[in-house]
């Protein structure tokens, strides 16, 4: 019977961090930007909801669970070929609310109150996301410890224009490199043989090295086909060094972007092997390149 074959339930994740992700992905506002609002996603009553797109668009699947039901749904071909464009929100996701609505029982225009429990021992408060203290505009709900409260509700959650984003690879030594003439010969517009070309002068010497802090050396990407492709950027960020100075940012051995040294510059990623350096716009000095591949 089918009593007989069930196994004993062993639990794998705590209470806590159980209840953590179901309020995550139950949260339609914690889905922005990458999934619009009602879209199919959003139920009338309590839902999580987690999908899935492989590379090519091989498997589109969907989660979803209410109080009463799991709904589970996966969109592929039987020969493990690609589909066109299928992703887990735009096929999957559709079925799974569906079957999900018909079990719950829900009807059009029907919207319940209902919630998920909170995590023991957590208070809700709100993060803003967008604007300042008394001029947020926008508002995140988090669950957290109460030690942890005043803090979070007097930090800014967003990352600070002097503070790098992550931390600096081991693999990139904090060293200045001096540009080569050509590129130096680019900026400044001197002549080729000109005294501009000496790369390794005094001036050079005696500025802070640059140290890219984001992305990692040798950090291998996906890129998200769920996103809009607006979203798909790698975020290019120097680590802080007090300094001030106009950067170029070189893509393949190419400009792509200027901008102070503190700014975040964001790259459109494009599939295959790429190379990124960070080079001061008027001294001849550059970082180590960092490499990335993005798939």
């Known amino acids: 019977t089918r009593d007989e074959s069930r196994r004993p339930a062993r639990r794998v994740l705590s209470v806590d961090s159980a209840r953590l992700i179901a309020s995550m992905l139950a949260d339609p506002q914690a889905r ?3 999934f619009p609002r009602y879209g199919p996603l959003e139920y009338p009553f309590a839902v999580a909801v987690k999908t899935g797109t492989s590379q090519a668009y091989r498997d589109a699947w969907t989660i979803a669970f209410s109080h009463k039901f799991i709904v589970g749904v996966w969109l592929g071909r039987g020969d493990a070929g690609a589909m066109r ?9 559709r079925l799974a609310h569906a079957v999900l609505a018909k079990l719950q029982g829900a009807k059009p225009g029907d919207i319940a109150p209902e919630t998920f429990a909170p995590p023991p021992g957590r208070i809700a408060i709100d993060l803003c996301r967008a604007g300042d203290g008394a001029d947020c505009a926008q508002t995140l709900r988090e669950w957290v410890k109460p030690e942890d409260a005043d803090w979070s509700q007097t930090q800014d959650p967003r990352p600070h224009p ?3 984003q992550s931390g600096v690879s081991k693999d990139v030594p904090e060293t200045a490199l001096c540009a080569p003439p050509a590129f130096e010969t680019r900026l400044s517009g001197a002549p ?6 000496h790369a390794c002068d005094s001036q050079a010497m005696s500025v802070a090295p640059l140290v890219i802090a984001t992305p990692e050396h040798n950090t291998h990407i996906w890129r998200n086909p769920e996103q809009p492709e607006r979203f798909n950027r790698l975020a290019l960020k120097l680590a802080p060094s007090g300094a001030d100075s106009q ?3 070189m893509i393949d051995g190419e400009p792509f972007a200027t901008a102070q040294a503190n700014e975040t510059v964001f790259w459109p990623m494009t599939p295959g ?3 990124i350096q960070a080079r001061l716009a008027l001294v001849p000095v550059a970082s180590r390149a960092v490499k990335v591949v993005i798939e």
């Open 32 to 34: 922005l930007p990458s």
């Open 192 to 197: 080729q043989g000109d005294k501009a070309d």
């Open 273 to 275: 092997r790429h190379r």
């Open 162 to 164: 002097e503070e790098p």
């Open 85 to 93: 464009a299928m992703t887990g929100v735009s096929s999957a996701a």
């Open 247 to 249: 950067i170029v940012w």
